[in-house]
């Protein structure tokens, strides 16, 4: 009998919003994957894919994660910005990487199942964007095998699931899901190039061993595009191929577009209230 994971579904042909955003701040960001996400589950928007990055650096922190982990103080010397996700997940530092949303109603069969499910059916559009890139992704877990609870970082080491989107034994694409009654938001970060272990300066770590033990497994545990191509590869271009591959993969076709007016006051709410209040990022 065949592995169900490794047969690929065929979709009908479907039409998705794309929204390739200017760069923002973190709190902006993730303001409006939540209006996005708001409008998918009351069926006001089509499926959504959004592209986009972040201005000024920032640092990411999962929807449960402890808030104890970040160094304010180190953050704010380098001048990032720091904003809990709406999605789950571990710290992920957005400096030179492209940045996406997925929202789509879990009506539709690209979201079939559980989490854990629907985040092998949506990676297809990952891998095979690695594919166009003459790349050879795979979605296994590591050779390694951790003893006792995560690490902060979520490109250090497997996910709780076991198809990390890794090259060889090295992750690529992090990513999380959050799920409402009737839609989905995954988010995630393809980082392009720099230095993947720069997010140990923003963590607090309690002794100094801590953080070189996270800077070395980082070191031969994650990679970026740039060192995987072998060549710089902007932003633009990436972009390009990434919406080729989930069209390729999901067969989508996709109308960019904008914001409407009441997504637009929706994430003004949502970062005035939500995002940049300790109530939340601190969960407090």
């Known amino acids: 009998m065949s592995n169900p994971r490794t047969r690929k579904p065929t979709y009908e042909p479907a039409v998705w919003r794309l929204i390739q955003s200017d760069p923002a701040d973190g709190a902006a960001n993730m303001a409006v994957d939540e209006a996005l996400l708001e409008s998918v589950e009351a069926g006001e928007s089509q499926p959504v894919l959004r592209i986009y990055s972040f201005e000024p650096v920032c640092l990411s922190i999962g929807r ?160 970026t595009l740039e060192l995987m191509i072998g060549r710089d590869v902007p932003f633009d271009e990436t972009a390009a191929v990434f919406i080729q591959g989930f069209s390729d993969a999901l067969n989508l076709t996709f109308e960019t577009g904008h914001l409407t007016e009441k997504e637009t006051a929706r994430a003004q709410q949502l970062r005035a209230e939500k995002y940049t209040s300790e109530s939340w990022y601190k969960r407090v």
């Open 64 to 223: 449960d994660q402890e808030w104890d982990i970040v160094d304010l103080d180190s953050c704010r010397e380098q001048g990032w910005d720091v904003v809990r996700r709406p999605a789950p997940g571990r710290a992920m530092l957005h400096t030179a990487d492209l940045a996406f949303a997925l929202c789509l109603p879990l009506t539709d069969p690209r979201a079939q199942g559980d989490a854990a499910e629907s985040y092998q059916l949506l990676a297809e559009g990952l891998l095979t964007t690695l594919k166009l890139m003459g790349l050879e992704p795979n979605r296994t877990r590591p050779y390694y095998e951790d003893s006792g609870p995560p690490g902060p970082v979520g490109f250090d080491g497997p996910a709780e699931t076991d198809f990390d989107v890794s090259i060889g034994q090295r992750k690529l694409i992090n990513s999380g899901q959050w799920r409402t009654d009737r839609a989905l938001l995954q988010q995630g970060s393809f980082p392009l190039a720099g230095d993947v272990a720069q997010i140990a300066d923003g963590l607090w770590f309690d002794y100094p061993g801590q953080k070189i033990a996270v800077v070395n497994r980082l070191g031969y545990r994650a990679t």
